[in-house]
């Protein structure tokens, strides 16, 4: 049976264009911040990871930099692009350490959590 995904359109209304094929990241491992219902995270918000970040989600008990290879996964390093959940995104932004955002690879979804204002003023595609 073939995932049903929700429609691949970034926070301005486009196609959503890839975050990270390397790390391979999304919810569905398919290279891009898409999501559907079974997506309970949201991961729909493609940031620059930084050490700050790195350091903020091991804190907060998700050692994103240490690898697990039983599970495909190299760590991540400051640099790498990654799908990252909206609350957890929105949780680092009340905290201060809220990482950079990539808009065009963030999906639509991610506004029914996170203020356009907020996404903007982290943004890395914007001129």
């Known amino acids: 049976m073939a995932i049903e995904l929700d429609e691949a359109l970034n926070i ?7 975050c990270s094929e390397d790390p391979i990241t999304g919810f569905f491992r398919d290279g891009c911040c898409n999501t559907n219902d079974d997506d309970i995270g949201s991961h729909t918000v493609c940031i620059e990871i930084s050490t700050a970040f790195l350091e903020y989600s091991r804190f907060k008990g998700n050692d994103l930099s240490t690898p697990v290879p039983e599970f495909g996964f190299p760590g991540l390093k400051p640099g790498d692009r990654w799908c990252l959940c909206a609350q957890r995104w929105l949780e680092a932004y009340h905290q201060k350490m ?14 029914a959590i996170i203020p356009l204002e907020l996404l903007k003023e982290f943004a890395i595609d914007l001129n």
Do not use: D, I, Q, Y
Request: charged fraction near 25%; avoid cysteine.
């Open 12 to 18: 301005f209304g486009e196609s959503l264009l890839p």
């Open 98 to 111: 809220a990482p950079r955002v990539h808009l065009m690879r963030t999906h639509k979804k991610a506004l």
